[in-house]
């Protein structure tokens, strides 16, 4: 391990444009996700750090002023003169872009964030911030205002330890939001510390009082425990963490009796969502082992077909996390490992432990073969089911439900459709749409609760394939997101208890079987006002009782009359009021579904729509206090 960090090492690439002109380029969004993402860059350093053996402790502080602190006690960003730029090695990380450890020889082995890339880009986007650095037996400081360094680097007094702290606040001219989300946080830190086996992550919220601290000796093993921990689970939980010639994997994975199944991949610490070479070598081994070992066992007779890989993956729970000098990335956004020579490694390693570990475990591995072959004999149920319902038209496309009320153009692109609850909502809605571009398709009574159903159960309920019909991109192994009829999907539902039910319902079943469609941006909530307030002739629309309260005090004349109607359904709305309010797309308000974090996404999926009553009745107590609106 080179323990040498020095100036030297700090290579430039190219200078700091645009940044503060065009965020969007290098934070994403300039919204909550964005602002985020300033802290993340920050961490991520700090990860760095500890993923080449000189971190052992991050603390991360929301202050009450507007500022997060994030201190490390690594080696310390280096101070002395950079060559090239003239400046402070400091100063060259905190103001140019592309400069850091992580581009020349020397600096990180193996590195997740861009360090240099993300601090300059961090301080560009902050009204203010101070770098703090201990090392050398000195404590150094400088101060920077939207990228620009406001003085000299300066020594401020003596130290006996080493470290960097970056405290900083976010240009609210920048930014749609400055306020920090402590959950959003410290689930991000938590899962960092799974990933970083041995280090200590505090998060600090001084605003309420809040504080978390993680530490994981067991790795990614403590992780699959927290993801399964609200289900029931079928085998014990496997771990391996080898070093290859090629770097470094770490897996670990635990079956459990849901019909589903969770796997997450990284590379370096980064979350990998579309997987990639690392998920391609986990998945071939599984499979191949799994059917090796039950045949060797004649568990999987001569005359048996091989269990396939769909089979050996319901109900698992896994983890993938691969360490590498030199990631390759498909695109941008790093959704996709593409270094060849990881799948190789991941797959040798995970098969030869996965052999082990079913020899020496042979109750857990007979309960995992049980679980694979009755999933097997549901697949071919559920074929038996879905060529059923394809040979008499339906899922195709060919034959469209006599429900939809479908739209003239053939565009997928400027083409929506409106999932409504009942035949009352329904018919409102196929009377005030705009009949060129949105499709109407009414739901009867409340869905299939996918989360604790097969395919073959839920192939067999009218409502989901008259759903499935409509969409024309089929599901499961003859899902094609090419085929989908609409690029606007809205579900829209009465403002009550039932109303939130059946969404919920939808929701798990995008979530769990059209998940793409969540992925391109094309499922939306549709926000149907609460209340409408008339007096005289005016008339306005509230979507809340806030909102209803504000109208009132500042928008109608409360000394006369004013009539407020509450809507229970939308089948109580007039067509013109419903297209006015809800679907008129110069008016209306629609929420878009995205999956910003699939692991917290899963879980309370899971939670809410699972079998298992313990873990909804303690989600709705710790939340009953944040319901509004709610009707009984």
């Known amino acids: 391990m080179n323990q040498s960090y020095s100036a030297d090492q ?113 301080n560009a986007l902050s009204d203010h911030l101070v770098a703090e650095v201990h090392r050398d037996g000195k404590v150094y400081k400088q101060e920077y205002s939207k990228g620009d360094a406001k003085g000299e680097l ?49 998060i600090t919220d001084q605003r309420d009082k809040q504080r978390a601290k993680f530490y994981f000796e067991g790795g990614l093993s403590s992780y699959v425990l927290h993801i399964n921990q609200d289900k029931k689970a079928v085998s014990g939980v496997f771990y391996l963490d080898k070093e290859t010639d090629v770097g470094q994997v770490e897996i670990s994975l635990q079956y459990t009796q849901s019909f589903q199944e969770t796997a997450f991949s990284f590379a370096n610490n980064i979350h990998t969502p579309e997987g990639g070479t690392h998920m391609t070598g986990f998945k071939s ?51 996709k490992l593409s270094n060849a020579e990881m799948r190789s490694a991941v797959e040798s390693t995970f098969a030869e432990e996965l052999m082990y570990f079913l020899q020496e475990n042979p109750k857990d591995a007979k309960e995992i073969i049980a679980k694979c072959n009755l999933a097997a004999r549901a697949r071919l149920a559920a074929r038996a089911a879905r060529e059923s319902v394809i040979r008499k038209g339906a899922l195709e496309g060919l034959t469209l439900p006599g429900k939809l009320a479908d739209c003239s153009t053939k565009d997928p692109a400027r083409s929506e459709l409106f999932i409504v609850e009942g035949d009352s909502a ?105 209340y409408k307030m008339s007096q005289g002739k005016k008339s306005v629309y509230a979507f809340s009782d806030e909102e209803k309260a504000h109208f009132i005090e500042h928008d109608l004349d409360t000394n ?35 999956i910003d974090d699939a692991e917290r996404a899963d879980l309370v999926f899971e939670t809410l729509m699972g079998s298992d009553v313990l873990p909804r009745k303690k989600f709705i107590q710790a939340h009953a206090k944040d319901v509004k609106n709610l009707d009984i």
């Open 285 to 335: 081994a599984l499979t191949r082992t799994i059917n090796t070992y039950a045949r060797e066992k004649g568990i999987l007779k001569e005359k048996d077909n091989n269990l396939s890989s769909d089979d050996v993956r319901e109900g698992l729970t896994a983890v993938i996390s691969v360490k590498l000098a030199d990631p390759q990335f498909e695109g941008q956004t790093k959704n």
């Open 10 to 122: 700090i290579t430039v690439l190219e200078g700091l444009k645009a940044v503060r002109k065009r965020p969007g380029m290098y934070i994403g969004t300039t919204d909550l996700k964005g602002l985020h993402h300033m802290c993340w860059e920050i961490i991520d350093n700090s990860i760095d750090e500890a993923l080449a053996g000189f971190c052992t402790q991050v603390d991360i502080v929301i202050q009450e002023d507007g500022y997060v602190a994030v201190h490390d006690n690594g080696r310390g960003i280096p101070v002395g003169k950079h060559s090239k730029t003239g400046k402070s090695a400091l100063e060259t990380v905190l103001t140019v872009l592309h400069a850091g450890g992580k581009f020349g020889d020397g600096g990180y082995k193996v590195s997740g964030g861009l360090h240099g890339v993300g601090v300059s880009v961090v």
């Open 154 to 202: 300066e020594i401020i007094g003596d130290s006996n330890r080493t470290g960097t702290t970056i405290k900083f606040k976010p240009d609210p001219s920048i930014f749609e939001t400055v306020v920090f989300d402590y959950s959003i946080m410290k689930n991000r830190i938590r899962q960092q510390a799974y990933l970083t086996k041995g280090i200590t992550i505090t």
């Open 560 to 594: 006369k009359k004013i009539n407020v109607q509450r809507y229970k359904g939308l089948g109580e709305m007039n067509p013109d009021q419903l297209w006015e309010t809800t679907m008129d797309p110069t008016t209306r308000t629609l929420d878009k579904i995205t």
């Open 426 to 530: 329904g018919g409102s809605a196929k009377q005030g749409r705009d009949r060129k571009t949105q499709a109407i398709l009414p739901l009867r009574g409340k869905v299939l609760n996918v989360e604790q159903a097969r395919l073959d159960k839920i192939l067999a309920n009218n409502e989901i394939r008259s759903l499935i019909t409509a969409l024309g991109v089929g599901i499961q192994d003859s899902f094609n997101i090419e085929k989908i009829r609409y690029h606007k999907i809205v579900i829209m539902t009465d403002a009550d208890v039932d109303g939130a039910h059946i969404c919920t319902l939808l929701l798990t079943l995008f979530f769990r079987y059209l998940k793409p469609i969540i992925e391109h941006g094309y499922l939306y909530l549709a926000k149907p006002p609460l």
